[in-house]
């Protein structure tokens, strides 16, 4: 069972994600933006994988994507995008900055199957 952060914006699509990968067998906690998440972290949340929206109020997925590499205690998070920008725009992250990319609409297996693939990576 992993520990998943997830910074999400629409109430629908974070309670959709959560209801997946807790099916799955994950644990969720949900952030309303990247502020949020941050301020989960700093409260003691030690999740092994961050899955977040590039576009939210306060603070983007790009600029927490940003801020978590800049900070060595999360610099080697795994960081998931799942989005419906297009790719290579203005509000995203640089390449190499996070670990994997889903689009919206997206597949609950292919979800499902990237989380626990990075998750076991981070572990071994």
């Keep these: 069972?992993?520990?998943?952060?997830?910074?999400?914006?629409?109430?629908?699509?974070?309670?959709?994600?959560?209801?997946?990968?807790?099916?799955?067998?994950?644990?969720v906690?949900?952030?309303?933006?990247?502020?949020?998440?941050?301020?989960?972290?700093?409260?003691?949340?030690?999740?092994?994988?961050?899955?977040t929206d590039l576009k939210m109020p306060r603070m983007s997925g790009r600029r927490l994507v940003e801020t978590l590499r800049s900070d060595p205690r999360t610099a080697a998070l795994p960081a998931m995008l799942i989005t419906g920008a297009i790719p290579n725009a203005d509000d995203f992250p640089p390449d190499g900055s996070y670990d994997s990319l889903i689009m919206?609409?997206?597949d609950i297996w292919?979800?499902?199957?990237?989380?626990?693939?990075?998750?076991?990576?981070?572990?071994?």
């Design 1 to 27: 069972m992993a520990e998943i952060l997830v910074a999400e914006d629409e109430a629908d699509i974070a309670m959709i994600l959560r209801e997946i990968l807790e099916m799955a067998g994950h644990h």
């Design 29 to 51: 906690t949900l952030a309303t933006d990247g502020a949020m998440a941050l301020e989960l972290l700093e409260s003691g949340l030690r999740p092994d994988i961050i899955l």
């Design 104 to 106: 919206k609409p997206f």
């Design 110 to 124: 292919d979800l499902v199957d990237t989380v626990d693939r990075l998750v076991g990576r981070c572990r071994q």
